[in-house]
């Protein structure tokens, strides 16, 4: 591949799970300890903001137990090496890509070390609980949110994935199920657009069949060998 092309990676919860977090779907997901519907939506927040807190304030809290792996770590060395366009998606609410010294990324689903308030809708950088309401530092109105988006909600970063997808050579899959909109679509934009098509992941997923290869394994093993391969 000439190193003047575009290239779009997606992430999911795959790429994060040999730093020990939990995916959701697999066997010991996160959400079979909860139904989604109890953590993941705003009439859930609504309903039961204890609930909800102290879900994101458990995986915000795990997040100082682990590190970047080498998946991560290939991502950051493409990103300071590849000198054409590149833009890395993440579902991942973790910081693990950044940890790992990723720049040119965007969460698409927000991240767990930021806080939304609800009052004044500023957005701040936030490492500890919010179980106990405190008050929004800017506004001082008990109104901070987990910065997550919720099922139902619209994602961020929309126009910048879909620009950078109708221009993409190249459009990676790494670690996700391809369960959840819009994400799961991305693959069929990219193809559309005439880019050529990746996915690595543990188990082929349910777009698997969209991809033009499908490299099924650890992204720990799989991910630096592709990226190897991309700046040889
Ligand atoms: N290496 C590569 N892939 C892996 C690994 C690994 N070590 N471990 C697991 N996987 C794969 C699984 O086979 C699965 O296909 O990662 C995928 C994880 O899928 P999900 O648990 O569904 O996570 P994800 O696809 O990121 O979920 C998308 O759904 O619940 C919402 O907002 C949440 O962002 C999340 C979105």
Redesign the pocket.
């Known amino acids: 591949m000439t190193n003047r092309r575009n290239i779009v990676v997606l992430t999911?919860?795959?790429?994060s799970?040999?730093s020990g977090l939990a995916?959701?779907?697999?066997p010991d997901?996160l959400?079979e300890g909860h139904r989604?519907e109890d953590v993941?939506t705003p009439e859930a927040l609504a309903r039961d903001p204890v609930l909800v807190h102290r879900f994101y304030d458990a995986r915000r809290a795990a997040l100082a137990h682990v590190t970047p792996n080498p998946?991560h770590a290939a991502l950051a060395r493409l990103d300071a090496a590849w000198p054409g366009g590149l833009l890395i998606v993440t579902?991942?609410?973790d910081d693990l890509h950044e940890r790992a010294g990723a720049r040119r990324m965007l969460h698409m689903?927000g991240e767990l070390l930021s806080a939304l308030c609800t009052a004044c809708g500023r957005r701040r950088r936030w490492d500890g609980p919010m179980g106990g309401q405190p008050p929004c530092p800017a506004c001082d109105t008990a109104a901070l949110r987990p910065d997550i988006?919720f099922f139902g909600e619209m994602p961020y970063g929309m126009a910048r994935i879909e620009q950078a997808l109708a221009t993409a050579d190249l459009f990676v899959s790494?670690?996700?199920?391809?369960?959840?909109y819009p994400?799961a679509g991305f693959v069929r934009t990219a193809r559309m657009h005439g880019a050529a098509t990746l996915e690595?992941?543990?188990?082929p997923?349910q777009g698997s069949a969209l991809f033009d290869e499908t490299r099924v394994?650890?992204?720990?093993v799989l991910v630096p060998k592709w990226v190897e391969a991309v700046l040889a």
Request: aromatic fraction near 6%.
């Open positions: 999911g919860a795959g790429i799970a040999e995916t959701f779907r697999g997901g959400w989604v993941c998946a579902q991942n609410v689903h988006v790494i670690g996700t199920s391809g369960a959840v994400a690595i992941n543990l188990e997923s394994g650890p992204a720990g």
